[in-house]
């Protein structure tokens, strides 16, 4: 994606502060960078704790690919933070039909352009105990499907040691290690053709979904748990932070079912 000269500033400027933070905060290891499409694409990673879009951003903007993320559009109300995604072209996502469908026509232009467009199909931080990629929403399916473009897969371990999932501060010592790898494209030619109705969609995003759980059993050297863990099922909200019962925030392991 061509960025404007005030989009290509922007991140100099935030990459001037984030790589060195990052770099001082915890180890990187990053594996198969090269499977990174020459053109536009989506990435789809994982999410376990909210400082995994700079671990993504960090990954991509050094293989000189701008990230542009579906952000919640809450964020480009907050100051300082909310100019710095309008300066970079991110995306706001509104939770309602017609705002998401705005968000998904922004998104496609985005990768229309040669841009790399990152989607978190969990929709926010895993609610696993154990956190593993939880049940998907069907957004970069449907952008893939419609537009014809490559879905990364990306998992990554390791930031939430250094910032836990709802944590309130950073534990620097004894210092970390955050590993990423990128996968092939998922292979999503079953689908193409198909009425995108909803169990094409849900096919589809469960074929993503098994994709970037497989990447991440092989960072953590792990099984998955055979079924992949529904909100729904848990009585859990699909949004926002979840409490346990008596009205205590959870972290993790510590849902309740």
């Known amino acids: 994606m061509k960025e404007s000269a005030k989009s290509r500033a922007t991140f100099v400027v935030v990459a001037a502060i984030v790589?060195?933070?990052?770099?001082?905060?915890?180890?990187?290891?990053?594996?198969?960078?090269?499977?990174?499409?020459?053109g536009g694409f989506i990435a789809a990673p994982n999410h376990c704790t909210e400082i995994d879009p700079l671990i993504i951003g960090h990954l991509l903007y050094n293989q000189k690919r701008a990230p542009h993320f579906l952000a919640k559009s809450g964020l480009f109300k907050v100051p300082v933070l909310g100019?710095?995604?309008?300066?970079?072209?991110?995306?706001?996502?509104?939770?309602?039909?017609?705002?998401?469908?705005?968000?998904?026509?922004?998104?496609?232009?985005?990768?229309?352009?040669?841009?790399?467009?990152?989607?978190?199909?969990?929709?926010?931080?895993?609610?696993?105990?154990?956190l593993w990629p939880m049940k998907g929403h069907t957004g970069a399916a449907r952008l893939a499907l419609e537009g014809g473009i490559p879905v990364v897969p990306i998992a990554h371990w390791g930031a939430h040691e250094v910032f836990p999932r709802y944590g309130k501060r950073f534990h620097?010592?004894?210092?970390?290690?955050?590993?990423?790898?990128?996968?092939?494209?998922?292979?999503?030619?079953?689908?193409?053709?198909?009425?995108?109705?909803?169990?094409?969609?849900?096919?589809?995003?469960d074929a993503i979904m098994e994709a970037i759980t497989a990447l991440l059993a092989e960072l953590r050297g792990e099984e998955p748990p055979a079924q992949r863990w529904d909100p729904a099922k848990q009585q859990q909200a699909k949004h926002g932070r979840f409490v346990e019962r008596g009205g205590q925030q959870a972290g993790p392991g510590t849902e309740t079912p």
């Open 172 to 205: 620097l010592f004894p210092r970390k290690t955050s590993r990423v790898v990128v996968g092939e494209p998922v292979d999503l030619s079953a689908f193409r053709g198909r009425p995108l109705d909803k169990a094409t969609l849900a096919a589809a995003t």
């Open 19 to 38: 790589r060195p933070l990052f770099n001082l905060m915890m180890n990187k290891k990053w594996e198969g960078t090269e499977r990174l499409p020459a």
């Open 83 to 130: 100019w710095v995604l309008r300066a970079t072209k991110q995306v706001p996502v509104e939770r309602s039909t017609a705002g998401a469908n705005r968000s998904l026509q922004v998104a496609q232009e985005v990768v229309a352009e040669g841009g790399a467009i990152i989607i978190y199909p969990e929709g926010t931080l895993t609610r696993d105990p154990d």
